[in-house]
């Protein structure tokens, strides 16, 4: 009996952990740990590991406009959609303050883009209302896709792979919270990313999200 209670305390201390105690899913310190099993897995079955870095633009106006509270609300509610979205076998962890990022197992980097996407769509339709406000306030994010193996080079790890999708994410940013131009010089830049990654010249891409509107 001591030896299922030691068990069972070492897995709650284990929990506790390895979870964010805001929105109830796994933290960094788990990612990493995950990240590290999946790649050795993808090595031993030459499979695909793909790795998403989500971030909320503009997150820090949410917090000035509504409040801390209502930034925590819609932190919890991203996890919540993100986690739906997620097949069982994919983890789904908050990085940062509004980032987060999720392992896609046995995923090539083309289907995490398509996975991406959908879950891109997906916050610009939710309905995210502070209390008071008439109408919902738009929510937006950004993204960058990462693949193991990437590039040949036995020495990849998880840090790598995490660093790769950080690039792709500040490639996104780049392109998409760059000062206005005119709206062809805009349009260039969106298509041309797309063009990039659709003709499979790079093994790191942000996350096209077409041509933007003219202004």
Request: aromatic share 8%; hydrophobic share 40%; net charge negative.
């Amino acid at each position: 009996k001591n030896l299922i209670k030691i068990k069972e305390l070492n897995n709650k201390i284990n929990n506790i952990t390895t979870t964010d105690e805001l929105t109830g899913i796994h933290n960094r310190k788990f990612l990493l740990e995950r990240l590290d099993s999946e790649m050795s897995r993808a090595r031993r079955y030459h499979s695909q590991v793909s790795c998403i870095l989500f971030d909320l633009d503009f997150f820090k106006v949410i917090n000035d406009m509504y409040g801390y509270e209502w930034g925590d609300v819609l932190l919890k509610k991203i996890a919540e959609m993100l986690s739906a979205l997620a097949r069982k076998e994919d983890v789904v962890t908050r990085y940062g303050d509004e980032e987060f990022m999720v392992i896609l197992p046995d995923t090539s980097e083309e289907n995490a883009f398509i996975f991406a996407e959908r879950f891109r769509r997906d916050v610009e339709k939710m309905s995210f209302i502070p209390s008071g406000e008439d109408e919902k306030h738009p929510v937006k994010i950004s993204g960058g896709v990462s693949a193991f193996p990437c590039m040949n080079n036995p020495d990849e790890n998880a840090n790598s792979i995490i660093r790769y999708a950080e690039h792709a994410l500040y490639k996104d940013l780049l392109i998409f919270k760059a000062p206005p131009e005119c709206p062809a010089q805009k349009q260039d830049r969106a298509v041309h990313t797309a063009a990039v990654f659709q003709a499979g010249q790079l093994l790191v891409v942000g996350i096209d999200r077409g041509a933007p509107e003219p202004v």
